[in-house]
């Protein structure tokens, strides 16, 4: 009988590494559903059954990993978010970036709140996220090719530092290549400046799906100036 159970990490990063049928190892970002079809050998094998990653295809884990790391709990309905402007753009010196003209908002969720910045790089070919209600995406792939350990390492308790949640302008499920992730520059995305708060931010995100959307969508997010 096949049982459907939802990943939930390993790495502190954020990430499940799973071993597809043809021996690739690819990483699984939590909440992502998988049906179980057996047990042998000491490894227990799934299909990955929705999000953006391996949908479809046949992979495994160790039994005893899949006892850690596979949860029948899933995830809740769709996520909201809200994203305002705070005023024109203004300057800061960041300690690991230097001196930036910043796009200050504040984002809103769950009852809590976390400074952003909206864009970092004013060359004409990255601009704020315009006003609006955008699709947040679930994780399209582990994001650790772009350093983010700094963060993690300055900020006690992080976790989900390599996720990042593409947006799908005005509502759109297609990656815009904007992102909801932690730092402290923005080409454009809603990046979580103030360190203390993106773990917050990754656990509800990442929790939340959007019903009918077969996992790739975690809920909207609504921009105001």
Known sequence: MVKRLF?????????????????????????TAVDVTREIGGRTYFVISDGWIGVGKEASLTSA??????????????????????????????PFKGRLLQQWATLSFDGKTATVTLNSVWNGEFHPIPPGSHAILS??????????????????????????????????????????????????????????????VYQYLISHRAPGSAGKRVGTLTVRK
């Not at 390492?153 to 799908?168: C, E, K, L, Q, S």
Request: charged content about 15%; proline content about 6%.
């Open 139 to 200: 994780p399209d792939y582990s994001h650790a090719a772009i350093a983010t350990t700094g963060y993690a390492n300055a900020t006690p308790g992080m976790i989900g530092n390599d996720v990042w949640f593409p947006i799908g302008l005005n509502g759109q499920l297609v990656n815009s290549s904007r992102y909801v992730h932690v730092g402290h520059l923005s080409d454009g995305c809603v990046t979580v400046h103030q360190l203390e708060r993106w773990t917050a």
């Open 7 to 31: 990943t939930r990490r390993a790495e502190p990063s954020g990430w499940l590494s799973v071993r597809l049928s043809n021996g690739e190892l690819i990483s699984l970002c939590e909440y």
């Open 65 to 94: 990993n899949a006892g850690k790391y596979l949860s029948p709990d899933g995830p809740s309905g769709a996520a909201v978010m809200l994203a305002t402007y705070n005023g024109a753009p203004a300057e800061e010196n960041s």
